[in-house]
């Protein structure tokens, strides 16, 4: 015997929080993708200037001139490096607040969910309750037919 089809009524609000979660866990994927794009380009950025510092113009080849620009290459090493670990802390930051807006999505999804699973199995207990109260009806009526039919 079937029952009546089982249907949740916020099923709406939960694909709704499901998308949700969704967006949130490509938002965390894609900043700690451009994270780790920033920790390379400062990885080369410190590698360029721990070069430069072991190529400095040798004193008894290089003139003035060369030493100012020696010295205005690492100055401006030193700026891109300090640029790229600010970068890279803004990255960090975004990461973590894509992480957290991740978690409250998925803890309302969950939260959703949940909610849904007990619906479904107070449903599916509902049908079975009554099944088996029809099924224990027709029983008892199918026992009285056979009493009265021995009476007679």
């Not at 916020?10 to 894609?30: D, G, I, K, P, Q």
């Not at 807006?101 to 699973?117: C, F, S, Y």
Request: proline share 1%; glycine share 2%.
């Amino acid at each position: 015997m079937a029952g009546k089809k089982f249907q949740f009524s916020l099923a709406s609000v939960l694909r709704l929080r499901s998308h949700e979660s969704n967006r949130a866990r490509r938002r965390l994927t894609h900043a700690i993708e451009t994270r780790k794009a920033q920790e390379a380009k400062l990885a080369e950025v410190e590698t360029r200037l721990a070069e430069a510092n072991l190529t400095a113009p040798l004193t008894g080849t290089a003139g003035p001139l060369a030493f100012r620009r020696f010295a205005a290459y690492r100055t401006h090493l030193q700026r891109v490096r300090d640029r790229e670990r600010r970068a890279l802390t803004q990255k960090r930051m975004d990461e973590a607040n894509a992480r957290t807006a991740l978690i409250e999505r998925r803890r309302a999804e969950e939260t959703l969910q949940t909610l849904h699973d007990e619906e479904r199995a107070r449903h599916l207990r509902e049908i079975s309750e009554s099944e088996i109260a029809f099924l224990d009806e027709q029983a008892l009526l199918g026992h009285f037919r056979k009493l009265r039919s021995t009476d007679s």
